[in-house]
């Protein structure tokens, strides 16, 4: 049973809460541990929220999980954890993970709450809401970037923001795309909005997000390297291997394979190999400083 539950909290997906560390770690505080100790906290926060999420999802989803190659294997769907186990689960997990925010600051506890009623009233309905659908998902990627910056009371800077939100748009676009692709004629089947989508559509907004992003990138590094004195253009080169990687990601969504991003992410090792690039690039930019 407790292997089960381990696999149904999906660890594999926390890697998306690593964007708590995005705006502290963009000013450079992280090495600070009045800064470090509640971003820890506030990932912790995340993942129990997130998971707890998951486990939401796959109950209301476990009809659909089961006509899926894939997702049939899904704990609950495989009927390795009974439904009344599953819902007592996620409710402790989405209560926890505010509670723990909160310690950190109680506006960051809110942020997360929200995250959580968000992503929960996403899973009771609104998921099944053509483009809404793309909205919330994204909106949870730009709300743990904010929870990172609310939870250490550090600054976001608006390109920040942009980056982020269409950054995220770009790798649901893709991940649509890349269900679409998996699934065939029976998309449908497994995801209800997937009915309203077109592959010429998502190609479109994948290309409007993936261009808004790198756009949003570049201010963004210009930004910063305005809020230095540097001999070295350290965050003008960072937009080299930031590029690299917005491609090779795109590459991969054209490919049909970025149905899963945080596989994509944990094996493709081109992409392991800019993300490297980009901080060791974008780091010296701020520590070297």
Not at 94 to 115: D, K, N
């Amino acid at each position: 049973m407790l292997s089960a539950l381990v696999r149904e909290a999906r660890p594999k997906q926390w890697i998306k809460n690593v964007l708590v560390f995005a705006a502290p770690g963009a000013l450079g505080v992280l090495g600070q541990w009045t800064s470090l100790a509640p971003t820890l906290v506030m990932f912790g926060a995340f993942c129990l929220t997130a998971s707890g999420t998951y486990f939401l999802n796959d109950i209301q989803d476990v009809a659909r999980d089961r006509l899926h190659p894939k997702k049939r294997l899904r704990p609950i769907a495989a009927g390795e954890i009974s439904m009344s186990t599953a819902r007592l689960v996620a409710i402790a997990l989405l209560v926890l993970g505010p509670l723990l925010a909160a310690l950190t600051r109680p506006a960051a506890g809110v942020i997360v709450a929200i995250y959580a009623i968000v992503t929960v009233t996403y899973s009771m309905g609104l998921k099944n809401i053509v483009l809404l659908d793309l909205m919330i998902v994204a909106s949870g990627f730009v709300l743990r970037a904010v929870g990172g910056a609310v939870g250490t009371d550090t600054r976001m800077s608006q390109w920040f923001v942009l980056c982020t939100s269409f950054g995220s748009l770009f790798i649901i676009g893709g991940k649509r795309f890349g269900e679409m692709q998996e699934m065939g004629s029976d998309a449908a089947l497994t995801r209800v909005s997937l009915k309203d989508y077109s592959p010429a559509f998502l190609r479109m907004l994948v290309m409007v997000a993936c261009s808004a992003t790198l756009l949003a990138y570049c201010l963004w590094a210009f930004e910063s390297a305005d809020s230095v004195v540097s001999s070295f253009p350290y965050f003008e080169l960072s937009i080299v291997p930031m590029a690299l990687a917005i491609f090779r990601y795109l590459m991969i969504i054209e490919q049909g394979n970025a149905s899963a991003p945080e596989d994509v992410f944990m094996a493709d090792r081109a992409m392991q190999i800019y993300a490297a690039l980009w901080l060791i690039v974008y780091g010296l930019g701020i520590y070297a400083n």
